[in-house]
């Protein structure tokens, strides 16, 4: 199965801040089988990105993803206060299906 | 508006059964793939099973022959039968959409989950 390892575990920033936050897989997960969630409490998780940079319908476009192989990264260019949640990424390239453990962007 | 709303959750002691459903509408569910994924207490998101449009399944090695997962697209419904239940599968169980028919991809409509509790 493809391990996808989230770094760092937790963000600590203040609103307006840019985040970055990085996702390697265990093996080489090509150009696009990639995707980002953002998951807030008590909610169901919400597609961000997919095909590694491609938005989501309705995503801002603070969010941008980028990356290739086992290398990518999930930037927020200024943090709005709705945007403090836990984001995970997820491989498609190859079943079973697997995700990150997620990172949290909290209030600084 | 494109829905999923999962239902069936609930207390169930260890080796017993289980039968969640996840209602769908504002889309034509028999176009598209769903997939379940669950989140312990606590914890992150696990993929569970799948189906495609033609009725494909799989499922993660942990629920492999214990989990069925099948789809009724005259009903609009998802299901996911669960037997053996054990402890560790105490979790919020989500059904989500696939954009294509094949289960192995990302999931762009979510539903608000529906929680099974395995205790004695």
């Known amino acids: 199965d493809i391990v996808l390892t989230q770094s760092p575990g937790t963000l600590s920033l203040s609103p307006g801040e840019r985040a970055t936050l990085s996702c390697r897989a265990s093996?080489?997960?090509?150009?696009?089988?990639l995707a980002w969630y953002q998951q807030k409490p008590g909610q169901a998780p919400r597609l961000l990105i997919y095909?590694?940079?491609t938005r989501a319908t309705g995503i801002p476009d603070t969010f941008s993803g980028s990356g290739s192989g086992t290398d990518f990264t999930l930037t927020i260019s200024r943090l709005e206060p709705e945007d403090f949640a836990v984001y995970y990424c997820q491989q498609y390239i190859d079943p079973p299906l697997t995700f990150g453990g997620g990172t949290k962007v909290e209030i600084k | 508006e494109v829905q999923l709303l999962e239902s069936g959750g609930g207390l169930v002691q260890p080796r017993g059964s289980l039968r969640l459903s996840c209602s769908v509408s504002g889309f034509t569910f028999s176009n598209y793939a769903m997939n379940w994924v669950r989140q312990a207490p606590g914890k992150g998101l696990e993929w569970v099973s799948g189906?495609?449009?033609?009725?494909?399944?799989s499922s993660v090695d942990s629920v492999r022959g214990r989990f069925t997962t099948s789809r009724d697209n005259s009903k609009s419904t998802l299901y996911l039968k669960m037997d053996s239940l054990r402890a560790d599968d105490t979790a919020i169980y989500y059904c989500a959409r696939v954009p294509t028919g094949g289960r192995y991809y990302y999931m762009d409509v979510w539903g608000k989950g529906t929680t099974v509790t395995v205790s004695s």
């Open positions: 095909g590694a940079f």
């Open positions: 093996q080489n997960i090509g150009h696009s089988a």
């Open positions: 189906i495609s449009t033609d009725g494909t399944t």
